[in-house]
């Protein structure tokens, strides 16, 4: 039942000599208020208080009044349509994103910075709207005895439903409303200004819901992948790091003849919030492959690179032979590759599964053989090498994340090849394999260095001393040392 009784319907009309006389009506009461109160006119400026207008900024007053009350009727009975459809069911729909959002209702301050927008904006979201319905109630009688504005004022009330759709001006010729000009405009400014800030505010809320799995702009990539026909279908979110998300998804056709796109991918999405990644920047900033280009870059380009570079060391592993994904494409931030698992489900990670003494030792032998091969075949030291980046599946190790993995010859390179080390021997040592050699053994296997210390800290001061050395070379000669890789100078970078 409508709240505001039943509509009496009024013909509208409105004249050039309507407006005129109008006009003329303002300018003489102007005239007259002025000559009354000269002060009062000066100071009122604000669309709330006002000496020249009282009449109009009731009628304002009263707009806002009636649209707060629309909207949270409205609202209401969105809540009661998502309640008869959710039912009790498990998954719900929610309607929030039709909600009405009000700038009165709003508490969030940050959104009103975008009201600046609009240079000549009657309504500043910070004025307090304590007052309306006494200031309303007091002077709207005012409204209807001036009779000039009556039919001017029905014929914008009229005018209100050449709004957008979705701004309720509820039944305003029903209840005979009159907007004088003033008001209507900045109604019409309002309605407006109203309906990109719904937008926004809504754009927003995807934005904190997408924590978990991605914003528009990633959705957009992973959209058109699927619409060219690359992937087949998205099945759902695999995990959630802090630096990443992986997906999986059911490969489709390739648009070239040559490549094959595998059956099921993995889908890695490097996650553009920044913060994650400073603890990294020491990875990248000294990896000379990159220097250059690292001081030049903004952080959404940073991000790009570390899928870059993932993308590029998964194919020089893949050239080595190393279990591991195969790469299908890269985009931004966005690094599909081949899924290691089978039928939507990820192969366990080492920690994860319970292997047999006999697999255990096997993957142990298998994972030395590995970072042997890693270091002296693709010039790569692993750099976060444990139990929790290498899958176990088809009886064999596969290597896994290595978006972080640097050069030999990184300025910090040996000291995490020791920290993969320590990591293996560890958890193959716990895992009861005896023949697991310690880490500083490990080290000097996959290394081909022979380094002698007995203790660990020794060890690793030999280790910082290596890279120093290393480093002053480059300073001096302004290249490489040879002595890591065991022949002749790293092969240099190129892309
Ligand atoms: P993060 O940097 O977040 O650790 P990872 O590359 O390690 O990123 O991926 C996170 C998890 O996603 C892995 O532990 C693994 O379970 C799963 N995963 C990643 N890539 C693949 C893949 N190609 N096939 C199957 N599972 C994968
Ligand atoms: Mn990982």
């Known amino acids: 039942q409508c709240p505001w009784g039943a509509p009496n319907t009024t013909s509208i009309s409105c004249s050039l000599a309507d407006v005129m006389s109008e006009q003329l009506a303002k300018e003489l009461q102007l005239e007259e208020e002025n000559a009354a109160f000269p002060e009062a006119v000066a100071v009122a400026e604000g669309p709330f208080i006002t000496g020249e207008n009282i009449d109009t900024s ?25 309640k008869k459809i959710n039912g009790d069911s498990k998954v719900s729909i929610s309607f ?203 952080p959404r380009k940073i991000i790009r690179m570390w899928a870059e570079k993932e993308m590029h060391n998964l194919t020089r592993m893949q050239n080595a032979g190393i279990p591991c994904p195969q790469v299908v494409i890269l985009k931004k931030h966005v690094l599909v590759m081949s899924f290691i698992g089978q039928d939507q489900v990820p192969a366990p990670k080492l920690k994860d599964v319970t292997l047999s003494s006999e697999d255990m030792k096997k993957a142990y032998y298998q994972i030395l053989n590995m970072m042997q091969q890693l270091y002296k075949e693709c010039n790569l030291v692993h750099a976060d090498l444990s139990e929790y980046n290498m899958l176990w599946h088809d009886g064999k190790v596969w290597l896994i994340d290595v978006s972080q993995s640097v050069e030999p010859t990184h300025p910090h390179g040996l000291e995490f090849l020791f920290r993969d080390c320590r990591n293996v021997s560890q958890f193959f040592q716990k895992g009861g394999v005896a023949e697991a050699l310690n880490e500083r053994e490990l080290f000097n296997a996959v290394s081909g260095l022979n380094i002698t210390a007995e203790n660990e800290v020794d060890f690793q001061a030999e280790i910082e001393a290596l890279e120093k050395m290393n480093e002053d070379h480059v300073q001096n000669h302004g290249k490489k040392l040879s002595m890591f890789s065991g022949d002749g100078d790293p092969p240099i970078y190129d892309e």
């Not at 009727?73 to 998502?82: F, K, V, W």
């Not at 009688?141 to 759709?165: Q, S």
């Not at 087949?232 to 490549?259: M, Q, R």
């Open 58 to 82: 009731s009628d304002l007053m009263l707009a806002q009044m009636l649209q707060m009350e629309f909207d949270r009727e409205y609202d209401a009975q969105l809540r009661r349509e998502e």
């Open 96 to 298: 929030e994103n039709y909600r009405k959002v009000h700038p009165y209702d709003s508490d969030s301050s940050e959104d009103e910075v975008d009201w600046q927008d609009t240079r000549h904006d009657p309504y500043r979201a910070d004025k307090p709207t304590t007052t309306p319905r006494k200031g309303f109630i007091g002077k709207g009688k005012d409204i209807t005895t001036k009779h000039d504005e009556v039919v001017c004022g029905r014929k914008n009330t009229a005018r209100m439903e050449n709004f957008a759709p979705e701004f309720q001006v509820g039944d305003g010729i029903g209840m005979d409303l009159k907007l004088s000009n003033q008001v209507f405009n900045a109604l019409k400014q309002h309605a407006y200004s109203e309906e990109r800030r719904s937008a926004r505010l809504h754009e927003k809320k995807e934005h904190s819901t997408a924590e978990k799995a991605v914003d528009p702009k990633t959705r957009l990539l992973l959209y058109k992948m699927v619409n060219a026909g690359m992937l087949e279908t998205i099945t759902g979110c695999i995990s959630t790091g802090k630096e990443s998300v992986v997906f999986h998804a059911y490969g489709g056709k390739s648009a070239t003849e040559d490549k094959v796109i595998p059956p099921e991918c993995a889908i890695k999405v490097f996650k553009t919030t920044l913060n994650e990644f400073k603890n990294r920047d020491k990875y990248i900033k000294d990896d000379y492959r990159f220097k250059d280009r690292f001081s030049k870059l903004n």
